[in-house]
C-alpha cells in the first residue's frame, strides 16, 4: 500500500528561515504533476523581526506555486501587479509559465508578531503549456469547497476529489485536500489517479497498520484507500497524472534544459521585470548552481 516514506529534510532559506523540503528526492522526484514541496514552520516571529527572513523576489517558468498556510500570514507581490495578504485556509495559485516574480514577505510579524505554518507546493504545468501567460488567482477559505464527515473536516484546495471540484484554475488532472483529522476518524483518500500521496503536517496516523508521525510523506499504491487518525492530524493529500520528464534549475520548471539555461540567464541581466513594491531587492542567481536535475513523474 506505500511504495515509499519521505522524511522532511532542514533547509534554511536565508536569515534563519527554515523549511522542511519534501520534494524532490532522488528516488521520488514527482508525484503526479507535483515536483517540490516544502513544508513552512510550525514558527513562532517576533515582532520586529529582520527582513532577512522575508523571501526577495524571485522568478519561476514553468510552474504553478501554491500556497496554504494553517495558520500566520504571508504578504505575496508579483511583476503582475498582485498584492495579496494570504491567511489561513485561503490558496494563492500563481502561474508562472513563461516567467513571473514574486516575493513573500512577513509583515503582519514584523508589526505584531505571529504563529507560521503552512505548505508550499509546485505544480509542474504540462509540456504544451509550459509557456503559458503567467496569472495569479487568490480564493478566500469561504470559496473553497469543505465538508464535514466522522470527525474529518475537509477542505478542497485544488483539482477534483471527493465529489467535489476547487474553483482554481488547473492545467491537468490532480486533486490537492487538507484534512483536519480528529482523533480515531478514518478518512478516504481520493482514486483514479496513477500517483498520490500523503503529508501529514502534524499528528500521527495509521496506514497499513504502521503508525507515521509529522514530517513524513506517504507515497502510496495503487491498493491505498484509507487513512486512520492516531492523534488529531492535518492531512495534505495530492496527486494526479503525470506530466513526463521535467528538469528543474533553481526556481525554474521546464522539459527543456535550453529553456532552463535562458531562463538563467535572462534573470541574471535583469530582463525579468520584478514587483514594483519591492524596491528592486531581489534574489541573485546563486554562484556555482548545481546542473539542471531531471524529474520524473
Given amino acids: 500500500m506505500i511504495e515509499m516514506v ?70 505575496h507581490r508579483d511583476s503582475l501587479g498582485y498584492e495579496q495578504a494570504i491567511r489561513p485556509q485561503e490558496v494563492n495559485w500563481m502561474t508562472a509559465g513563461s516567467g513571473i516574480t514574486h516575493s513573500e514577505r512577513f509583515e503582519r510579524a514584523r508589526m505584531q508578531g505571529d504563529h507560521l505554518h503552512g505548505i508550499q507546493a509546485w505544480v509542474a504545468l504540462p509540456t504544451e503549456l509550459e509557456e503559458i501567460a503567467p496569472s495569479f488567482s487568490h480564493r478566500s477559505g469561504s470559496e ?3 465538508w464535514n464527515e466522522d470527525g474529518v473536516n475537509g477542505q478542497l484546495i485544488a483539482g477534483s476529489a471527493y465529489g467535489l471540484t476547487a474553483g482554481v484554475e488547473t492545467y491537468s488532472p490532480l486533486f490537492y485536500a487538507h484534512l483536519d483529522m480528529m482523533p480515531g476518524a478514518t478518512a478516504e483518500i481520493p482514486s483514479g489517479h496513477r500517483e498520490r500521496a500523503i503529508y501529514i503536517a502534524s499528528g500521527a496516523v495509521e496506514l497499513d497498520g504502521t503508525r507515521y508521525e509529522r514530517g513524513r510523506m506517504l507515497v502510496l499504491g495503487a491498493n491505498a484507500s484509507s487513512v486512520r487518525a492516531l492523534e488529531r492530524a492535518a492531512v495534505m ?10 528538469f528543474l534549475y533553481w526556481n525554474f520548471v521546464s522539459s527543456s534544459k535550453d529553456r532552463l ?10 530582463r525579468m521585470k520584478l514587483p514594483d513594491a519591492d524596491d528592486a531587492e531581489f534574489i541573485p542567481l546563486p554562484d556555482e548552481p548545481k546542473p539542471p536535475a531531471p524529474a520524473m513523474s
Fill in 144 to 146: 473553497l469547497p469543505k
Fill in 237 to 246: 493529500v495530492l496527486g494526479g497524472e503525470p506530466v513526463g520528464e521535467r
Fill in 6 to 75: 519521505i522524511e522532511q529534510r532542514r533547509r534554511d532559506l536565508g536569515g534563519g528561515f527554515e523549511v522542511g523540503r519534501v520534494l524532490p528526492i532522488a528516488k521520488q522526484r514527482m508525484v503526479g504533476p507535483f515536483i517540490f514541496f516544502d513544508h513552512m514552520g510550525p514558527l513562532d516571529l517576533a515582532p520586529g523581526i529582520d527582513q532577512s527572513l522575508d523571501v526577495r523576489a524571485h522568478p519561476h517558468i514553468g510552474l504553478a506555486t501554491v500556497t496554504y498556510l494553517f495558520s500566520g500570514e504571508v504578504m
Fill in 261 to 270: 539555461a535562458q531562463a538563467a540567464s535572462d534573470w541574471k541581466a535583469g
